[in-house]
């Protein structure tokens, strides 16, 4: 199967601008002008879902924020007045939740998928503390920085 990285990356990035600001209705203006890059290692910000794809389909599929951003999306999903712990405790599923949705959306439309593949998803994990990870041998590890504000949404592909 040919490589689909660089496509889930670049319709991951569009379906993620859209959702944060169409979705979420977060008051998001986001730098368009990204450029995919592949790379040795990915430095994860405080927090980052993985979700990982197989059958047809493998690899591992990443976002990751900053504590202040995932802030900003918890309260999104939050009515009324949200206290701090209520923002704390949802911060890092609601990031989960994007990029699973984001994810999802982008999946049909995927070439290797029109063609015929059969893809798993698996649940996601989600890491609430900085990591970085290191591109296996022989792998592949491709990465995109959407520049919101002051900060950065890291979305990855590795395999």
């Known amino acids: 199967m040919e490589d689909y990285h660089i496509e889930i990356l670049e319709k991951l990035s569009v379906r993620t601008i859209e959702y944060l600001k169409n979705d979420i209705n977060l008051d998001i203006v986001i730098d368009k002008n990204y450029t995919i890059d592949a790379v ?3 430095d994860y910000h405080d927090i980052s879902v993985l979700i990982s ?17 995932s802030f900003e999306i ?21 990031i989960a939740e994007t990029l699973n949705i984001t ?30 990870i290191v591109k296996k041998k022989n792998g592949k590890m491709f990465i995109v920085h959407l520049k919101y504000k002051n900060d950065t949404i890291i979305l990855s592909y590795f395999i």
């Not at 995927?110 to 890491?127: D, F, R």
């Open 40 to 42: 040795d290692f990915i």
């Open 103 to 132: 994810l999802g959306n982008i999946l049909q439309n995927l070439t290797p998928i029109k063609a015929g593949a059969n893809v798993g998803i698996s649940t996601p994990y989600i890491m609430t503390n900085k990591v970085n």
């Open 74 to 94: 918890a309260k999104s999903f939050l009515f009324g007045e949200p206290t701090q712990e209520e923002i704390d405790e949802l911060s890092s599923e609601g």
């Open 53 to 69: 794809l197989n059958k047809d389909m493998e690899g591992t599929v990443g976002m990751s924020v900053s504590k202040e951003l």
